[in-house]
Structures are given as structure tokens and as C-alpha cells.
């Protein structure tokens, strides 16, 4: 089979390399409708010795009405945008055709037909959800054109679209095309009546073209006053290029030389692939020579404006035919203060390109001499991933830029000595990366389907085996069942070979001003894909491993990390995960502990010793969370909500152990204290009330000395999480009224000055506050009935007891002064701290949004209402489910269980009831709350879904849902307080 694959994959290499010394440019971008409706109009004028009104490229409007759809529009290839421009260009082909004959009666009716179609399209497109490069002015342009042949479009984003597309030009005056080439000469069509389109001519690339773009060029012949035979003849040429399968038409770029071959060249190279000296000669002189004519760096063909991403995928290639070539010019022009820039000028940063300048600098030999530059890239895509930010915009599928990154890691680590030293500059990254490479692991097997295939596309599904490849060799992986991993490959590989000839096919993926496919390339990764090697099965001594343990998870913290996961496995949510995903999971959380150990932050004193189990739980809880929802939270919600949980964790002990055993008597006076604390967003809350907008304020002032910093990985910092600790407690000691103050004061600004609190709605901000002071009375309202419990039990301890001075039946709690439903629905349930805990969340998911005008849980009233009443379901929920799981602790503690109220005595009709009864009883009722929560998020499902971003954010809600749900379930089974 590999002697097929590697004949093929050198077959692919030999056309393209004689392609290229026969001086023919490469192109196998698809057709597109857009760029050859441009051509459809150009038309010669008569001083050029052609009849004045004949087209110049007939054969192009011919395509173009072949491509129209029944319904009048023309194809959408991969994203709403791409039927925008496709049908408002086809449109405006077609009343530009009409004007030298206004009764050829097909030409009306399709024309009748694409203006319907149009309208609709523009009605239900949602602009905030493109990211296509220049869509702004492009579509803007191509209406301003189509009003001026009386087509008048209306739509509810039309005024949005024009203030972008005012603000973006605003910043373009046409000074600025004049002066120098740049991207922009490769949508000059954009600029019809901005500029003078005589005064770009001295930019002309030489090959005619404007920056290699059929529509640009077109565009310039039709509005400069002075004929170009040049630019006349790029576009003949375009039209007759060899491999045109799509007769009468043109792709959005040509000629794509030195793209189509670093991008092959590389990807086949990086699997073995051996490269025969005819070719090597062919690609080696393309490649220098460019790199000569442009001063030592690359665009997509000879002589094209140069840019990032080619230069480092060229570069890469000269390297695979054994050339080498500075990278100096390249990191001259490109590289920003955190990232590398794809071309001067850009607006929003490649995570792609940063990937490919990440991977030259690793595979060169001289890759030490560029450790700053290598850390810098390591650093920005990392954090990219974690904080969920990555927009890749030269791609559509996910698992490009997954492949990319994967790859950069693998390189990476083949260097301990380059991965020592990025950690030495950047010490978080030793967590991060692995915590981003378990990310992808998970996101990979939990999206791969039944087939083997990933989306049933042959060249996605290559991405999909080539990261995979990538991760398996990661050292910390070795330190898991790679079964999982081999298996998944083996499926994928199975399914590209029953597919083989769908190799050749390629998708809509790649993204220019539409979306185009390349079936040269969807061979090479196919090809690569089926050359990469399946792991062993048989785990290599850590020793092996480059930079032997320096990389892996600690054999104890492993251990201690699976102990928690075989009790979290033995939930009925954690039951749905199969194995393999349970151990990434558990490895991603014991980097995160990690992680939250290396930047500790003293909020709480440490307040009980023991074994504390819910360190290990409560990342362990979030990664296997994030699991069960196919990991599509971030990693920088994920690690906050760690830090919250912990914090919600030790600010429950303190409230125990502290001011309930040492300042029993003065609780009035703490109470008083939290108010306090909270006075000062008394003023803020009534604007806060009135709506989401305006300015973002802080809820909570203090000094600035008393605000709770950062850590150097922008992480907020945590409770110390090392049981080291434990000599530092006050168990024993008294604390003043001032003391407990100072502790809760931290407390309370940590949350509410966090970074994503801060940048979050007010309203958010305000009712943050409100819940969290409402957490914190909480507290002392049960802090108050558990001492009235106690004053109840003193006359008991002489009665039934267990031998230790304990009841052993639970004991009612007399005149509790309200229902066990009105105490679990309000003080029970703001006492778990689910209720502030949710709004919290909010905030994070408000912060890391990358999508537009996403409003959440504040997109209504009804939202909101559905929200909160969810919250209360799952906060009483919660709360049965830990009273059930601590009956014997809070019987031990005398603290005030659920059990303990009259309503559980009512069949034993005596001031005792069993243990076991009173538990059944409890569970009745935590499961018909869990029926309320399911109907509240039902509700709350069909409320959001329609608006903007309201799928993430439902599936967001229902991991913090099933995150509560699971802590629940744990204290079912075992309570993992710290003093068990």
C-alpha cells in the first residue's frame, strides 16, 4: 500500500515541478462566480479598434448563467457571505448585459429571479458572523453598483454594513494606494469611486495583474481611462490556464505558484516523503529565485505582494530540498511585539501563519539563535487556544489550524533543550501547552464520527490523522493508553482508503474573497494522512522521552489524580465518558493543579487539616465537565472557574470553622460587616437594573493596595493548593471582628475586581455583587441555625448515641421559623454559592465570546427569568445532594442538614426519623427539583437558540449545570470535606 501512496504522492510532486520549469504558472483553485462575473463586464472601448459595446470575455457571462440556481441566486459554496457576492455580482453581470439589450426576455426573467433572491439573502444574513477578509467594503461596493442600474436593496443590517464600511474607508484615504502596493490592490474593485484608478496603474504586478486577482483586475480595466494590453492579457491568460475545468471561468486568485508548492512540498516532505533531483531543481530554482527578486522573502506567486505565510512555508520547503535560506528578512518585516503579522497593515492577526513562522523556526538547525522569536510564537498561540480566541481566517475547518499547532508542539519537543528554554521565558507555558494539547486530544476523538471520517470529508478527516500523529509523540502523552489515539487513526486511515478516490475531490475549506477548494492540496494532505505512521502500542521508559521527565505529570499526582477520577466515574454523569477521554481528562487536571499551585494567592487561611480531597476533585470535576460537552469551553473558563470553585471552597471552611466556631455570639456584627462590604454598590445598582448597556463600572472600591493582582500568565491567582499549608491555620485562635473583615474583604474584591467581572455588562457586574453578599449572609444565617441546632442537641447527647457521644438518627430541628421548601429555595441555596458562582460564569463566557452582540442570558427578560429559575433548581439540587452525602459529618458537627427539618418526621410522628427513610425522602425531592431544572432549561433552550451565539451559549449553561450537577453527585457517594 505505501509503495502506491509514495508513487502517487512523487507523481503529484513531478507534474507540478514540470509545470513549473516549463515557466507555467499553478493555480487549482476552484472556479468562482464572483471573479468571473467581474470579467463578464469588462468591455473594450471602441478607441481601441474593438466595436465599442462588445464584451471581451463572452464566455465568462456564458458561465455565469449557467451557474444560476432555480431559485435565482448563485451558489453559496461554504458561508453566507460567499452567496452575497456570488448573486450581487451575478446580478449586476446581468443588468450590465441588459443595457446593451434591454429586451432579451431570459436576461429579464433572471434577472428578476437573482434581484428576489438577493433581497432574501441580505435579509437573513447575519453580518456580525463574517469574517472574510474585506467582506465589509466588498458587499457595500457591489450594492452601491447595483443602486446605480436601479436595483434598490433594503435589509435590517444595511446601516450597520455602511457605518463599517464608512469607518473602514475613513482610514484608507486613496493617498494611500497611491503611495505603495499593498493587499488592497487585491480588491481594488472595492474602491470604484474612491479612487483613480489611472494612478494604481505604476502598481501593476508584472504578470499583469493586480496583486494576482481576477476581479481586481478586471475591475481596473473597466475604470482606468487608458486601455492596458497587460492587464488585457493576465486575464486570457487566467481563462486559458491549464488544469481550467471549469471552461469560460476564473478562480479568486492566479497564478498561486509558490503557495500550491511550499504547501505540498512541506506537507508531503514532513511524512517522508522523498523528493527526486528533477524536482528538487525545478522547486529550488522557483523558490530562490522569488526569494532574490524580493528581497528574501515570498507571496503566492513570483513577484506577488509578499506576506508571512508563504515566505515561512517557502522557506520550510527550501529546507525539505536541502537549501537554507535566511530568516532574517523575514522577522525584519513581520515580527509584532506578541506575534507575527501575515502583511503590514492587518487587521486581525493569522493564527495559521503564526503557526507556519512557529514550525520554520523549529525545523532549521540555527533554531536556538531564534529562541525569543520562538517563544513569542509558542506563547501567542497558546494563549490563543486557552482563552478560546482563535478565528483562523484562511480556513474554515477547525482542525486546520489543530493539524498546524500539533505539528509546532511535536517540533517543539524534539528539542528539550528549545522547550526548556521557552519555558524559562514564559514558565506558564509549562502547563498551558500540555493542557492545550489534552484540549485538542479530547475536541478531536469526542468530534470524529462513526465512520472514521471527521464532517465525511476526506481532507478534513487528513487533518484530523495528522494531528493526531502530532499529539501521540508529546511526551506527556506516553504517559496515557494510547489505544484511544491508535484507534481513532486506525478508523480515520480506514476510511480515507475506502475513499480514495474522493483524494482528488477537494471541499469548500479555504477561504479568500469566497470560499474555494484546491484539489491539489486535498491530495497532499490526503496522501500525508495515509503516510503517517500509527503509533507502537508498546510505551517507551520516560527516560526516552527528550528532556526525559522534565516533561510528565509526576507518577504520584497521577496516581492520586486516578484515585479521583475512579470516584468521579462512579457518577451517573461521569458513567456517559468513555475511558480513554476519563484519563486525558484527569491528565489535563493534575497540569491545571499544577498550574494553580505554581501561582497561590492567600485569600482564606487555611482553617482544617486532613487530607484534602477536593483538590484533586475540583479540577478534575471541570476537566471531565468540559469532557462530556466535547471540550468547547475554553481552557481559560475552565482554569477561572478551578480558582472560583476553590476559592467557593475555602470561603465555605472559613465561614465554618472560623466565624461560626469563634464568633458564635457576634454574628449579628458579621452580618453587619458583609453589608458593609457591599454598601458601595448600593449607588450603582439602580443604573445596573435598567439594562445590560452603558458604561461598565465596578461594583465594589478599594484601595488600590487592597486589589488582588495577577498572575504572570494572566491567570488570576488562587488559594494555595498544597497541603504545606496546613501549618498555617487559626483554627485555634480567636480572630477580631476586624480580622474576619480584612479576610472577607479580600475575598470579596477577588471576584468582583476580576478581569472578565470588569468587562462584563453592569448589570451583570451589579447583580454579581448582590448574589455574592447574598452568598455571604447566607452563611451567617445558617452559621445562626446550626448554633440553635446545637442548643437543641445538648439536651440529647445523654440519650441514643452511637458510642462516641454522637445521635445516631438524625435529630429535628425545632422551630426552624420556615418551611424546609422555603429554607432549601433560599438561604440552603445561596448557601452553596451556586447562585453568584453562575453569574460569574456569565461573565467569563461574556469575556471570551468572539462573536459580536451576544447578549447571553440577558438577551430578554425571559432569558434572564428562565436563567435565574434554573439556578435555583440547581442550587437547591445541589444542595440536597451534598446534605445527602454529609449526614454523618453534619450529624458529627451538629451542623444544620436537610434532615433535620420537622417535614421528614411527619410519618415517624416523633422527633426521630431514620437515617435511611429521611435520605429517601430527601432524594424524592432533589430528583423532582432536577425535573424543574430540566423544564427550566427546555424553556430557556428555545428562548435562546434563535438569537446570536445562542447555541454556544446553551451549551455553556449546561456545562456549569452538569458541573454543579456532578459536585452533587460526588458528596452522594463520598464527602470529600477536608477533614475526611
Not at 492566479?254 to 508548492?261: D, L, Q, S
Not at 456517559?576 to 481528562?585: D, K, V, W
Request: glycine content about 6%; hydrophobic content about 40%; charged content about 20%.
Amino acid at each position: 500500500m505505501n509503495s502506491s501512496l509514495y508513487g502517487q504522492a512523487q507523481a503529484l510532486l513531478a507534474t507540478m515541478a514540470a509545470q513549473c520549469s516549463a515557466g507555467q504558472g499553478l493555480g487549482a483553485m476552484s472556479a468562482s462566480v464572483y471573479d468571473t462575473a467581474w470579467l463578464s463586464m469588462v468591455q473594450k472601448p471602441a478607441t481601441s479598434g474593438a466595436e465599442a459595446g462588445v464584451w471581451l470575455f463572452p464566455e465568462c457571462f456564458e458561465f455565469v448563467l449557467a451557474q444560476q440556481l432555480p431559485s435565482g441566486a448563485w451558489e453559496s459554496y461554504a458561508t453566507p457571505i460567499d452567496g452575497v457576492l456570488n448573486t450581487a455580482a451575478g446580478l449586476l453581470s446581468l443588468k450590465r448585459h441588459l443595457q446593451t439589450q434591454p429586451d432579451h426576455h431570459d436576461w429579464l426573467l433572471r434577472s428578476q429571479k437573482a434581484e428576489a433572491a438577493l433581497k432574501q439573502i441580505l435579509h437573513g444574513w447575519d453580518m456580525h458572523s463574517t469574517d472574510q477578509v474585506g467582506f465589509e467594503i466588498l458587499v457595500f461596493s457591489l450594492l452601491s453598483l447595483l443602486q446605480e442600474e436601479g436595483v434598490f436593496l433594503s435589509f435590517p443590517q444595511l446601516g450597520a454594513l455602511r457605518n463599517i464600511r464608512d469607518a473602514k474607508l475613513a482610514k484608507l484615504p486613496p493617498s494611500t494606494l497611491y503611495q505603495t502596493p499593498s493587499t488592497l490592490y487585491h480588491s481594488l474593485e472595492a474602491f470604484i469611486d474612491h479612487i483613480d484608478f489611472d494612478r494604481v496603474r505604476c502598481w501593476r504586478e508584472e504578470n499583469g495583474s493586480m496583486m494576482g486577482s481576477p476581479a481586481s483586475t478586471a475591475a481596473y480595466l473597466m475604470y482606468s481611462s487608458i486601455w492596458d494590453d497587460e492587464a488585457e492579457a493576465y486575464l486570457k491568460k487566467v481563462l486559458n490556464r491549464a488544469n481550467g475545468s471549469d471552461r469560460g471561468s476564473v478562480p479568486c486568485a492566479w497564478p498561486t505558484t509558490i503557495f500550491e508548492v511550499s504547501w505540498v512540498l512541506t506537507t508531503l516532505a514532513s511524512v517522508g516523503v522523498p523528493i527526486g533531483e528533477a524536482e528538487k531543481s525545478a522547486f529550488g530554482h522557483l523558490l530562490r529565485q522569488a526569494l532574490v527578486a524580493q528581497k528574501g522573502l515570498l507571496g503566492f506567486a513570483p513577484g506577488s505582494f509578499p506576506d508571512a505565510d508563504d515566505t515561512a512555508n517557502g522557506l520550510e520547503a527550501l529546507h525539505y530540498l536541502g537549501q537554507s535560506s535566511s530568516v532574517e528578512p523575514l522577522i525584519q518585516a513581520y515580527e509584532a511585539s506578541e506575534h507575527f503579522i501575515t502583511y503590514p497593515g492587518e487587521r486581525n492577526s493569522s493564527f495559521s501563519a503564526n503557526c507556519n513562522v512557529l514550525i520554520l523556526l523549529l525545523v532549521r538547525a540555527d533554531r536556538a539563535q531564534y529562541l525569543p522569536q520562538i517563544a513569542k510564537a509558542v506563547k501567542f498561540l497558546t494563549s490563543q487556544v486557552f482563552r478560546g480566541h482563535v478565528k483562523e481566517k484562511w480556513h474554515l475547518s477547525e482542525l486546520y489550524w489543530m493539524m498546524l499547532l500539533s505539528r509546532a508542539f511535536e517540533l517543539l519537543f524534539q528539542h528539550d533543550e528549545i522547550a526548556l528554554g521557552v519555558f524559562n521565558l514564559a514558565p506558564s507555558l509549562r502547563e498551558e501547552i500540555p493542557m492545550v494539547s489534552l484540549h485538542l486530544l479530547l475536541r478531536l476523538l469526542c468530534s470524529q464520527q462513526w465512520s472514521g471520517s471527521w464532517n465525511g470529508i476526506c481532507e478534513v478527516t487528513s487533518y484530523g490523522v495528522l494531528t493526531l500523529s502530532s499529539l501521540a509523540k508529546l511526551p506527556w502523552m506516553q504517559q496515557l493508553d494510547k489505544g484511544r489515539i491508535i484507534a481513532a487513526m486506525a478508523l480515520a486511515k480506514s476510511f480515507l482508503h475506502t475513499n480514495r478516490s474522493e483524494w482528488v475531490k477537494g471541499r469548500y475549506l479555504w477561504i479568500e474573497k469566497v470560499t474555494y477548494s484546491s484539489d491539489v492540496l486535498s491530495e497532499a494532505y490526503c496522501l500525508a494522512a495515509a503516510l503517517a505512521p500509527i503509533p507502537e502500542t508498546i510505551q517507551a521508559e520516560p527516560g526516552a522521552f527528550m528532556g526525559g521527565r522534565a516533561f510528565l505529570v509526576p507518577d504520584k499526582l497521577l496516581l492520586d489524580m486516578r484515585k479521583a477520577g475512579n470516584l468521579l466515574a462512579r457518577t451517573p454523569l461521569v458513567s456517559q465518558l468513555e475511558p480513554g477521554a476519563l484519563r486525558a481528562a484527569e491528565m489535563q487536571a493534575c497540569f491545571a493543579m499544577q498550574a494553580l499551585q505554581r501561582h497561590p494567592l492567600e485569600v482564606f487561611p487555611r482553617t482544617a487539616k486532613g487530607k484534602d480531597k477536593y483538590l484533586f476533585v475540583i479540577p478534575l470535576a471541570l476537566t471531565v465537565s468540559a469532557a462530556l460537552h466535547g471540550s468547547s469551553a475554553s481552557l481559560f473558563v475552565i482554569y477561572e472557574m478551578m480558582v472560583l470553585s476553590t476559592l467557593n471552597f475555602h470561603a465555605d471552611k472559613y465561614m465554618e470553622d472560623v466565624v461560626e466556631t469563634h464568633v458564635g455570639e457576634y454574628l449579628d456584627d458579621i452580618r453587619s460587616v458583609v453589608r458593609q462590604l457591599f454598601t458601595k454598590t448600593s449607588s450603582g445598582a439602580q443604573n445596573g437594573a435598567n439594562g445590560h448597556g452603558g458604561e461598565k463600572t465596578t461594583s465594589h472600591d478599594l484601595e488600590p493596595e487592597q486589589f488582588l493582582g495577577e498572575s504572570s500568565n494572566g491567570h488570576s491567582m488562587t488559594p494555595e493548593m498544597t497541603q504545606s499549608q496546613s501549618n498555617d491555620t487559626i483554627q485555634d485562635q480567636r480572630p477580631s471582628i476586624e480580622d474576619i473583615k480584612t479576610v472577607l474583604d479580600r475575598f470579596v474584591a477577588h471576584i468582583l475586581h476580576h478581569p472578565a467581572v470588569l468587562s462584563s455588562p453592569a448589570s451583570l457586574q451589579t447583580r454579581l455583587a448582590f448574589d455574592l453578599q447574598t452568598f455571604l449572609l447566607a452563611h451567617v444565617t445558617q452559621a445562626q441555625d446550626n448554633h440553635r441546632l446545637r442548643a437543641q442537641c445538648r439536651g440529647r447527647l445523654n440519650g441514643a448515641s452511637n458510642g462516641n457521644g454522637v445521635p445516631n438518627s438524625p435529630m429535628q430541628y425545632r422551630d426552624p421559623e420556615r418551611t424546609f421548601y422555603n429554607w432549601v429555595r433560599s438561604t440552603s441555596a445561596d448557601h452553596t454559592s451556586c447562585p453568584f458562582s453562575f453569574i460569574f460564569f456569565n461573565c467569563l463566557l461574556h469575556t471570551s465570546t468572539q462573536t459580536p452582540g451576544v447578549q447571553g442570558i440577558l438577551a430578554s427578560a425571559r432569558a434572564a427569568y428562565l436563567a435565574e429559575d434554573a439556578c435555583r433548581h440547581l442550587a437547591s439540587l445541589c444542595r440536597m445532594y451534598n446534605d445527602l452525602g454529609s449526614v454523618a459529618r453534619d450529624a458529627e458537627e451538629r451542623s444544620l442538614n436537610s434532615v433535620n427539618f420537622p417535614e421528614f418526621f411527619f410519618q415517624a410522628d416523633t422527633t426521630t426519623t431514620t437515617t435511611d427513610s429521611a435520605k429517601a425522602e430527601l432524594l424524592w425531592i432533589a430528583e423532582y427539583e432536577r425535573r424543574g431544572l430540566e423544564m427550566a432549561m427546555k424553556s430557556l433552550q428555545e428562548e435562546l437558540m434563535p438569537k446570536r451565539g445562542g447555541s454556544e451559549c446553551m451549551s455553556a449553561l449546561r456545562l456549569f449545570v452538569d458541573l454543579t450537577d456532578l459536585y452533587g453527585q460526588i458528596y452522594v457517594l463520598e464527602d470529600i470535606g477536608t477533614r475526611t
